[in-house]
């Protein structure tokens, strides 16, 4: 297999779960096998690779095997595979065909801006893409140049100037650096240079839309950052930032605040019929934990103006933990850690659980 594929140009992996794939082409040691070395040969002479789904997550290394962008917010980070769409963001071993950063696909189908988000902040990746469906990121190692091609885009994080408050024990983040292009778009990851699709007009000046204050309550939802970025900010006169909330059953969630300042450039054109086509240049992004509580709106009496949506104090409970050793270094009753989570019997608490701490 390995002297037949030197005599290729080209290599294409398919869709599917990319730790097979990994699993095949890496040993258990960790090395190598003379199938990886044929495809690290061809490539340096010149070849082609490419892959779609997980035949793409598997270019970056380390690589993305799964996660949810809700449960990473909550959970960060781990190095054990349970599901592709759920838990921590999980991080494996890729084959780092791309040298520039973590790579997510299935972007903003399913998504995936927070999981990408943390993942890249907690292993320190400078740079970080996030690939559309019907989309690809083209890598060019010569120019060292990435063009957006297809019918959607790429986002582009750039954390180098990105900070945490530690002291908060869910993710946040500050002054993170956001960036999507689209259909031709080209951008350096060395100087960190843009070359935008001559098709498109800059919006700066000439904005189209004019919503106040605008939002989003399902972040994760198929387009809605991209949304948010674009239309609702980059190419809107009446607003400066454009906000975005996420959240779980029990309220947990965090708040996604776009910002767009003096070095922000938007960027729009009509491609393929009427389609709109944007790119948005450094919107900074904030990200906090919140507090969320759903209440019956009550016409005689309307809700008051105080915040509804406030800051809390959690634990996560990782494999090894208990409440007990938690509630002694807290100094705190484990009988109130148990009557405010409601937990009635302690052998059922799972790990991974989000423990609520008495303020």
Not at 17 to 43: F, H, M
Not at 209 to 217: A, F, G
Not at 258 to 284: C, E, L, M, R, S
Not at 349 to 354: A, S
Request: with cysteine; net charge positive.
């Amino acid at each position: 297999m390995a002297r037949k594929i030197k005599e290729f140009t080209g290599i294409w992996f398919v869709g599917g779960d990319q730790t097979r794939i990994t699993q095949t082409l890496i040993r258990q040691d960790g090395s190598n096998t003379l199938v990886l070395d044929a495809l690290w040969e061809i490539y340096k002479n010149g070849a082609v690779l490419g892959g779609t789904s997980a035949g793409a997550a598997i270019m970056s290394n380390p690589m993305f095997a799964g996660g949810s962008s809700l449960e990473a917010l909550k959970y960060g980070i781990t190095d054990k595979y349970t599901t592709q769409e759920g838990g921590p963001a999980c991080l494996v071993k890729g084959l780092g065909f791309f040298p520039h950063g973590l790579i997510d696909q299935h972007f903003n189908a399913k998504g995936r801006f927070g999981r990408l988000l943390v993942a890249a902040y907690e292993i320190g990746s400078s740079l970080s893409f996030g690939v559309d469906e019907d989309s690809a990121l083209v890598y060019y190692g010569k120019e060292q140049l990435i063009e957006a091609i297809g019918l959607n885009g790429v986002t582009i994080f750039d954390l180098s100037r990105a900070s945490k408050n530690k002291s908060k024990k869910l993710f946040n983040i500050n002054n993170a650096i956001v960036h999507y292009i689209d259909k031709g778009d080209k951008f350096n990851p060395i100087t960190r240079e843009f070359i935008i699709n001559p098709k498109k007009e800059l919006t700066n000046g000439y904005e189209y839309y004019e919503i106040k204050n605008p939002i989003s309550t399902g972040i994760f939802e198929r387009d809605a950052t991209t949304t948010l970025m674009t239309k609702y900010l980059v190419d809107n006169y009446n607003a400066n930032k454009a906000v975005g909330y996420a959240f779980d059953n029990d309220g947990i969630g965090f708040e996604f605040t776009f910002i767009k300042d003096n070095n922000t450039k938007g960027y729009w054109a009509y491609i393929d019929g009427n389609v709109d086509h944007y790119a948005a240049i450094n919107v900074i992004l904030n990200v906090k934990p919140i507090k969320v509580e759903i209440k019956e709106y009550n016409e005689k009496q309307p809700p008051k103006k105080a915040e509804e949506i406030k800051s809390e104090k959690y634990v996560i409970l990782k494999p090894g933990d208990s409440l007990q050793v938690i509630a002694k270094q807290l100094k705190i009753k484990l009988e109130d850690i148990l009557r405010l989570n409601k937990i009635t019997n302690i052998k059922n608490i799972k790990p991974w659980t989000l423990i609520k701490i008495p303020n």
